[in-house]
């Protein structure tokens, strides 16, 4: 399973990065928002030379035209450029004529498998199931990525799933399990991924009887010198 953080905040993706566990980046226009005053194109070149992987930048005209004419500035900025694609029926248009010209897409907001179906002819690169979001109103995210994953399977598309709209550990654990090629998270939960109370403690136990077994050594070696 690949894993995406998904933030426009420089500080995080090179935290991430170090961490050696990350294959790429999504932005929407709600993240990069929340930077403040940026430059959209700059900071997505900044993410890029940041991480070696695919990083998604949305589009947001809503007609064909509008989204073909930003796809294609985006796709300029750097290789490693995923144009975010949204679910509607202007974007299916431009996934099929972004595929056809070699740009590679992450068709964003999904919410149904025969979206996601639709998604797939058109020639998605990626497909992006918001899982958090279908949650929030009462429904069972994961049963949308087993959907998707299935049906994938069962048409032989490479179109890769994206589990999107992450919230906590379990999402990724559930997303592995059912076979998603990419989970997408905040930060935040990426950390957060590595919490244990029985690793805490037991390295609290390991590192107090090595200390314990230091001392014994150095007092065993200062009275075989007197
Ligand atoms: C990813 O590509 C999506 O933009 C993101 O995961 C949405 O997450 P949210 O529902 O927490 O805003």
């Given at each position: ?91 299916i ?11 590679r ?5 999904c ?5 996601a ?35 994938y ?74």
């Amino acid at each position: 399973m690949k894993f995406f953080v998904d933030t426009a905040n420089l500080e995080e993706i090179r935290e991430a990065n170090d961490m050696g566990v990350l294959d790429g980046v999504t932005t929407n226009p709600s993240l990069v928002k929340a930077e403040g005053n940026v430059d959209f194109h700059e900071r997505v070149l900044k993410i890029c030379e940041v991480v070696q992987g695919d990083v998604s930048a949305e589009v947001t005209a809503t007609d064909f035209d509008g989204m073909m004419e930003e796809a294609h500035t985006l796709a300029q900025i750097h290789d490693n450029v995923v144009v975010k694609i949204p679910l509607i029926k202007e974007g299916i248009k431009a996934l099929r004529a972004l595929d056809d010209e070699g740009i590679r897409t992450n068709c964003t907001l999904c919410f149904s498998p025969t979206q996601a179906l639709v998604a797939a002819k058109a020639g998605a690169d990626y497909i992006s199931p918001f899982i958090g979001r279908i949650d929030d109103i009462s429904s069972d995210g994961m049963t949308l990525i087993e959907e998707i994953v299935q049906i994938y399977d069962n048409y032989d598309f490479e179109t890769e799933v994206l589990a999107a709209s992450i919230r906590h550990p379990t999402h990724v654990k559930r997303a592995a399990l059912a076979g998603a090629d990419v989970a997408t998270m905040p930060f935040e939960t990426m950390v957060k991924l590595l919490d244990h109370p029985l690793t805490d403690r037991g390295l609290e136990r390991f590192l107090e009887d090595w200390e314990e077994y230091q001392e014994a050594k150095e007092e065993e070696a200062a009275t075989a010198a007197v």
